[in-house]
């Protein structure tokens, strides 16, 4: 079990979360070294800590005169401080917490390097709308509704020519556009 937590902290460690504070980097450095599973029980390692600081502090943060951040900022310091590694983890006091805390010494947030695994991303075709799954459909639909109106107004249309040639041009894109995604 040991050996495990000392590879979870030097996983962390590489990372380098103290450099840049970049979760978008450090989440491209996962998806490209990491498998998901592995990936993930990393991500369970860190929320494990996360989550025991939290007990471990949490009458600090809430007591009087308490560590001064929201819930939020609260979840943010103790996230950098897992972020920094095993030996800042292992060394962290209520008085550390309170210069980070005051001197806004913490990024917005370590955990969301793993965010991904939550949320995976959407192919292409997930992505889609609901419009554009149906708009060969919607366009036929558009067509049609257009040529009754052009029956039933066409007279009127005809008289503005404006109007007409519009129309036509409309119908004519609406037609070459669906062909296209033939």
């Not at 079990?1 to 000392?6: I, N, S, T, V």
């Not at 599973?37 to 600090?60: I, P, T």
């Amino acid at each position: 079990m040991k050996d495990l937590e000392d590879k979870y902290w030097q996983q962390i460690e590489e990372l380098e979360w103290s450099k840049d504070g970049d979760y978008k980097r450090i989440e491209q450095q996962l998806k490209n070294n990491f498998p998901p599973s592995e990936a993930k029980q990393l991500n369970d390692f860190a929320r494990n800590k996360v989550n025991e600081l939290g007990k471990r502090f949490n009458n600090d943060w809430l007591g009087d005169p308490g560590i001064d951040v929201s819930d939020d900022g609260w979840s943010d310091l103790r996230n950098e401080v897992v972020g920094r590694g095993k030996e800042f983890y292992e060394n962290i006091t209520v008085e550390k917490l309170q210069e980070m805390a005051d001197s806004n010494d913490y990024n917005e947030s370590f955990s969301y390097c793993f965010h991904y695994l939550l949320f995976p991303e959407k192919s292409e075709e997930e992505k889609k709308t609901q419009f554009e799954i149906n708009k060969p459909k919607r366009i036929n639909e558009f067509i049609e509704k257009l040529n009754g109106l052009y029956d039933e107004y066409h007279a009127e249309l005809y008289l503005n020519n404006d109007i007409f040639n519009y129309i036509n041009m409309i119908v004519a894109k609406a037609i070459d556009e669906k062909d296209i995604k033939r």
